[in-house]
């Protein structure tokens, strides 16, 4: 993407923590925001052009990698992520107004946040029922929609703000198991590579040639070597063959338009069975330490060293 989209699909319902994230970028906050059920409806969209870009979550700091999204991105669709966002997440039980704790008997979420504070759900509600929905935001429309009808002992989990937008009272505050509970979305696009910023984020997706001692050493080793700092790595079945047939998802720091990472994308391609590109785009947070600046410099040394030495062949 060469501007900031005008139309954006992301995974609601409007009141999704995937909102809230999305509305923390001033740029894209000013575009017009398209909701659908779920991920994969949002990367169909992009694909399909019917929104110029997509915001979907891919990692949560107690869950680890979102495998839906993470899937999707590897197996299923040619799109390239253009930023990373990161949100504190304050998960909270929302019920009809007047409902107490003890008036409980059923509570809805996405399995992935129930599974954040299924702690909290056994200590605190250990006779309560837990049933599936499609976000956060749409358990907080359900039991919103069906406490108006009458329906007693329904409960959400969900962002507070999704308590205001669906009818709903805050029974419980911050009720993740975990402290210090974050979650990683990207914005993705069908083309284009943003700028190099500095600190800077790329995701790659490598394929073996064959599952042998070693394999995962030799991919390592070419990030080692030139000092490049990996802030994500994972396994993921290949859906292509059997138990042990795994592709490696890697995210590391730098971007492709700096010479250590674009030399390792060459050594990986050259030697492994197949890498796919997922994008280089600005990283949320602090800036990483200068280990690989001082890289960059040294390699550019040397290749200004090698470049000499080439000028010196006879002809």
């Known amino acids: 993407m060469t501007s900031t989209p005008q139309r954006i699909g992301f995974f609601g319902p409007f009141g999704t923590f995937?909102?809230?994230a999305l509305l923390t970028q001033a740029d894209l906050a000013a575009s017009e925001l398209v909701p659908y059920r779920s991920v994969p409806d949002v990367?169909?969209?992009?694909a399909r052009g019917d929104v110029d870009a997509g915001f979907v979550p891919i990692e949560n700091s107690i869950e680890g990698t979102v495998n839906f999204t993470q899937d999707a991105l590897i197996f299923d669709y040619e799109l390239l992520i253009q930023r990373e966002v990161v949100l504190d997440i304050e998960h909270c039980l929302l019920a009809a107004a007047g409902t107490s704790l003890s008036d409980v008997s059923v509570v809805l979420s996405i399995p992935v946040a129930t599974a954040q504070c299924s702690a909290w759900l056994r200590d605190t509600l250990p006779n309560a029922e837990v049933h599936a929905a499609n976000s956060t935001a749409d358990a907080a429309r359900s039991v919103g929609e069906?406490?108006?009808?009458?329906?007693?002992?329904l409960a959400a989990l969900a962002p507070a703000n999704a308590a205001e937008l669906y009818g709903l009272a805050v029974v419980a505050r911050d009720i993740a198991d975990h402290a210090g509970n974050q979650t990683r979305f990207v914005l993705v696009s069908q083309q284009g590579i943003p700028q190099p910023t500095g600190h800077d984020k790329t995701g790659i997706v490598v394929f073996q040639r064959a599952d042998e001692p070693g394999s995962l050493i030799s991919i390592l080793q070419e990030f080692a070597a030139r000092r490049i700092n990996l802030s994500l790595l994972s396994s993921r079945p290949t859906k292509a063959g059997g138990l042990g047939d795994y592709c490696f998802i890697i995210y590391a720091d730098g971007h492709v338009g700096d010479e250590l990472m674009a030399d390792v994308l060459r050594d990986l391609h050259t030697k492994q069975g197949g890498v796919k590109f997922l994008g280089s785009y600005p990283a949320a947070g602090d800036h990483a330490h200068t280990a690989r600046e001082h890289a960059d410099a040294r390699w550019q040394d040397a290749d200004d060293w090698v470049a000499h030495l080439r000028t010196q062949i006879r002809d």
Do not use: I, M, N
């Open 18 to 20: 995937t909102e809230q």
């Open 43 to 46: 990367l169909d969209a992009v």
């Open 146 to 153: 069906r406490s108006a009808a009458g329906e007693k002992g």
